[in-house]
């Protein structure tokens, strides 16, 4: 039976949540294409606070990778935005004037942040805060500007403004009302919010209506109805959402606030379901992922034709504000209303204030402040609709252990929510903590979503794993398992590969007890890379258990073409090469070219099925730039044309290069090579830099330039050229058998310190000597050139691209 064609409009939160609950129900029923008008794969929207606010970095925000989608067999269409639908042919068109045939489609287009229509407000440095770049813009406007101003102070606002002071910029909160976060607050909550976020550093402008904003070009005031004015160097708008209705109002679909949708998602066309925050429901739009997660599962079930029940029945708001030192938390009616009455405990010297608001003996609402460890609780008693008739009513503000001692996990139900960003039960969590003998929240997370996201509940699902744990808790907890397929660490599989003369994969898996027959995307590639490490000789490489680029030999990109780059030793080309990469880039329309960091050249938009003629044409060697390899030696001009050099740095980084190209490491390996201590090579921020002086060479490891920066550490001086290519094959040896899988130099060198690196590869001459002799070795077994193979054989060819039969001219 041939598979119907799912298209996703939005590659955002919800609809890729909803594609996850697709394929675990009906995992071979549709053929999924999915195009997201952003130029990044599933990120987590939520996190984007914690990024502006320096806890966490842009890389580890994504929930799905571009693997992800691969593996999957989705076709993604990065930075392309559909632009109409014709809901009788069931064609969608993009703005890249392309069109793509659906038999069913989903339009999860988010919302757009409100943008306040005043004159000025198209300046330069005047943004909304919704996505990665605003987040970089505003990332780059502190480095160069002092003064921000946040129009709005509900949760956005508060968060962005939080996130600039960290950023080291002076920042007026505007805000229209009296009351922050007047739509999750009391009036009582929100003075003592603002009072501790003054204590914070952040200026409140409160009753205070914006008229204009001025500035030549760029932004460098606001005035007031009043006429007072404040100077600004970037002004974010946080003052609202709009769902972002667009597409469907432009292809004939009902509208009003959001696109109609009933329980079911569906839309007032026939196989078009919507979901998330352009939805509208019961005249309801949302703006919070709790909802979407309910939605995401009726509308997967509805479209797999399972049952999907009553369908959606909407979702009572609850929330946090992600603020480091403030905790608020605010759900369901928390205003008194006539038929309503309260319960409050309000403690000034602690700064605590905890009200729940009753009508007919039920909790319809509650608002906590410094102290939410009641909220989950609360929440479920609001979703629940738990009769509080019974129960001393005081007693319902106070933890369950103040009152008999036991944990608070003990006294939720199962079907209760731990993760509200989420979705997941305490029920969920405890069933994947016994099936999968989970035994740290890492684990739990990876296996449930539990804490993936604001990560507010980490405490909760700590707890429930002591609690589910019981006596063995203590003892599982600090280790770290390689994934949630097995209980053993890095250390104790690659242990148990040397002692039990382990050789294959599945071998590993069935004597070391693994709890998942084909294990999972962390355990695969790490095994596989264990195996080659240990049996340099022997071992077979396993390609399927290699990430997507691994196997491709080239970088897939955001549109679904590939980047190939040849390798450059030392990064020296000369004009017959040249040529050839131009020939090629002509014969293939090959769209750039660029000059990467390492100083190669990159040839980007290269079409999945032009690969191995790419290859052929260019007869180059692979540069790797896919693999956790060696990648690049970067060098310098050094003595040969420099005035200031000592040494022959190119000679050296060719050497270096020759020498360990093609070899495979826990993660990517970068060097450089300089003459001198001017350093054009950046050598200190490499895993392995060089830097020349007279007569000597200076081996720097463990630097990193990427997210992580980290300048690399003096490892030893020597004299000669060989002696570097002796201690570099000692130290990466050591790093390949030592460190974990997919742990840069950089963490490696941290997590067991420099001191006893040295003690091994420097001072203990017959180590040296014998990790020397085990890299000669693993040198020796190494592989032909990948991509020459690759052209040479048509039974790997077929493997490759499986569905595209190729023609070599
Ligand atoms: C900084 C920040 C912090 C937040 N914190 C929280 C929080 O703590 N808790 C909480 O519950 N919620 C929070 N939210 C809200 C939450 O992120 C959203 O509710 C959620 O992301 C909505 O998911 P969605 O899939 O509906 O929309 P989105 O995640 O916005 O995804 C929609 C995607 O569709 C794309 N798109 C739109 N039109 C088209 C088109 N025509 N063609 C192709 N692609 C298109 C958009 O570019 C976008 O990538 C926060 C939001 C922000 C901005
Ligand atoms: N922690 C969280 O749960 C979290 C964090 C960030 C964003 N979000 C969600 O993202 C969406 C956007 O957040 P938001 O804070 O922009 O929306 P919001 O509607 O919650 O708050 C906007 C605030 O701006 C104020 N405002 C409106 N017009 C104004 C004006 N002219 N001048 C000054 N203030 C004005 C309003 O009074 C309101 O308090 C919401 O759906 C929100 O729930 C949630
Ligand atoms: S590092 Fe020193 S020797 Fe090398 S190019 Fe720079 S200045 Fe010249
Ligand atoms: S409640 Fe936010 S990650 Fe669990």
Not at 43 to 65: A, E, F, K, P
Request: aromatic share 6%.
């Amino acid at each position: 039976m041939s598979k119907r064609k799912l298209l996703l409009v939005g590659n955002g939160m919800a609809g890729v949540r909803c594609i996850e609950e697709i394929i675990k129900l009906s995992p071979d029923r549709f053929e999924i294409t999915v195009f997201g008008t952003e130029p990044h794969p599933n990120y987590n929207r939520i996190m984007l606070s914690s990024v502006l606010q320096g806890d966490t970095s842009v890389d580890d925000i994504v929930l799905n990778s571009y693997e992800w989608y691969a593996e999957n067999n989705i076709r993604l269409y990065t930075g392309e935005t559909v632009i109409t639908i014709d809901t009788e042919k069931k064609i969608v068109f993009t703005d890249k004037n392309r069109s793509f045939a659906y038999d069913d489609l989903i339009i999860a287009t988010g919302s757009n942040p409100f943008i306040l229509p005043l004159p000025g407000a198209d300046k330069q440095g005047v943004i909304g805060f919704r996505n990665i770049e605003d987040c970089e813009t505003m990332i780059r406007a502190a480095e160069k500007y002092q003064r921000a101003v946040v129009i709005g102070g509900g949760l956005l606002g508060l968060e962005a403004a939080r996130g600039l002071l960290n950023l080291g910029m002076e920042v007026d909160v505007v805000h229209i009302l009296d009351h922050l976060m007047e739509r999750q607050l009391d009036p009582t909550a929100s003075v003592m919010l603002k009072t501790e976020l003054e204590k914070q550093g952040m200026n409140f402008l409160m009753n205070h209506h914006t008229e204009a904003i001025l500035g030549k070009k760029r932004v460098e005031k606001i005035v007031f109805k009043d006429g007072k004015i404040v100077k600004a160097d970037l002004v974010v708008m946080a003052v609202g959402i709009k769902p972002n209705i667009a597409l469907a109002k432009a292809s004939g679909i009902e509208t009003n606030r959001g696109i109609v949708v009933n329980d079911y998602m569906e839309t007032s066309a026939p196989d078009i379901y919507s979901l998330g925050e352009c939805a509208e429901h019961r005249e309801m739009v949302y703006g919070l992922v709790a909802p979407l997660w309910e939605q995401a599962k009726v509308l997967a079930k509805k479209i797999c034709d399972c049952d999907a029940e009553a369908g959606y029945q909407g979702s009572i708001l609850s929330t946090k504000l992600k603020v480091s030192g403030v905790n608020v938390f605010s759900a369901g009616e928390f205003i008194d209303s006539s038929d309503t009455k309260a319960i409050r405990v309000q403690d000034d010297f602690e700064g605590v204030y905890k009200k729940i608001v009753v009508r007919n003996d039920k909790v319809v609402g509650a608002v906590l402040f410094g102290d939410t460890t009641e909220s989950t609780k609360l929440l479920n008693m609001i979703n629940n609709g738990v009769s509080v008739a019974e129960i001393e009513k005081v007693n319902i503000l106070q933890s369950t252990d103040q009152q008999t001692g036991e944990s608070i996990v003990a006294s939720i139900a199962d079907e209760e929510i731990i993760c509200g960003c989420n979705g997941v039960s305490k029920g969920d969590i405890v069933a994947a903590i016994k099936t999968n003998n989970l035994s740290t929240v890492s684990e739990i997370k990876d296996c449930t979503s539990a804490s993936r996201s604001c990560g507010t509940c980490k405490n909760l699902v700590g707890e429930l794993l002591e609690h589910t744990l019981g006596e063995a808790f203590e003892k599982t907890e600090e280790k770290e398992t390689i994934c949630a397929c097995t209980d053993l660490t890095h250390e104790e599989v690659v242990a148990a590969i040397r002692e039990k003369g382990l050789s294959h994969t599945r071998e590993v898996m069935n004597v070391l007890g693994w709890q998942t027959e084909e294990g999972c995307s962390k355990c695969r590639p790490a095994i596989n890379y264990y195996l080659g490490m240990v049996h340099p000789i022997d071992y077979e490489d396993e390609r399927e258990s290699r990430f997507v680029n691994e196997r491709m030999h080239a970088n897939i990109q955001n549109n679904g073409t590939y980047s190939v780059v040849p390798r450059m030793y030392g990064g020296v080309t000369n004009a017959a090469d040249l040529r050839k990469i131009a020939d090629v880039a002509d014969k293939y329309e090959i769209p750039l070219l660029k000059i990467t960091g390492g100083q190669r050249i990159d040839l980007l938009g290269v079409k999945k099925e032009d690969l191995p003629g790419v290859w052929k044409d260019l007869d180059m060697p692979s540069g790797y730039a896919y693999g956790k390899a060696i990648r690049t030696v970067k060098t310098c001009v050094g003595e040969n044309f420099c005035r200031f050099g000592t040494q022959d740095s190119i000679g050296l980084g060719i050497a270096l290069e020759k020498k360990f190209e093609r070899l495979n490491t826990p993660h990517k390996v970068k060097m450089g090579v300089s003459a001198c201590p001017r350093n054009c090579a950046e050598s200190s921020i490499k895993d392995v830099g060089i830097i020349g002086l007279d007569g000597i060479w200076e081996v720097y490891v463990g630097g990193n330039g990427g997210t992580d920066l980290r300048s690399a550490e003096l490892l030893c001086k020597v004299k000669t050229a060989d002696e570097v290519l002796e201690v570099v094959a000692a130290f990466l040896q050591y790093y390949r058998e030592n460190a974990k899988y997919l742990e840069r130099t950089s963490h490696w060198l941290e997590r067991v310190g420099l001191d006893h690196v040295k003690a091994v590869v420097i001072d203990d001459g017959t180590a040296r000597a014998q990790l020397a002799e085990r890299m000669e070795l693993a040198l020796a077994a190494l592989i032909q050139d990948p991509w020459k193979d690759f052209i040479k054989n048509s039974k790997k060819q077929e493997e490759l691209f499986q569905t595209t039969s190729l023609q070599l001219s």
